[in-house]
């Protein structure tokens, strides 16, 4: 899955509009003092949550997140049956 670049008029390639959802095995959750999520995948992705939705009963894991597209060029994360938050890729 490749995050797409968000700046004014640079478009999407055609591989990055094709991708609609993955699942990726998470490997740890890290909430900052801001109460946003820093979701490191087994595969060596790092998502971090950039809206203000509050995760919930995560547990301990292990833990698997769906990704997938959502409007405007961002993506919408899920773990379980908790809400979906969206999240930018950092790595």
């Not at 899955?1 to 968000?6: M, Q």
């Not at 055609?14 to 095995?25: D, F, R, S």
């Not at 109460?35 to 995760?55: A, H």
Request: glycine share 10%.
């Amino acid at each position: 899955l490749t995050a797409p670049v968000l700046s004014s008029g640079e478009a999407k390639t055609a591989k990055q509009q094709e991708v609609t959802n993955v699942t990726l095995a998470v490997k740890s959750i890290i909430t900052g003092g801001d109460g946003k999520s820093r979701f490191t995948m087994e595969n060596g992705q790092i998502w971090k949550q950039i809206d203000t939705t509050k995760l919930k009963n995560l547990g301990d894991g292990p833990w698997t997140a769906e990704i997938r597209n959502a409007s405007f060029g961002s993506f919408l994360l899920k773990i379980g049956s908790s809400a979906s938050v969206r999240v930018e890729r950092v790595n």
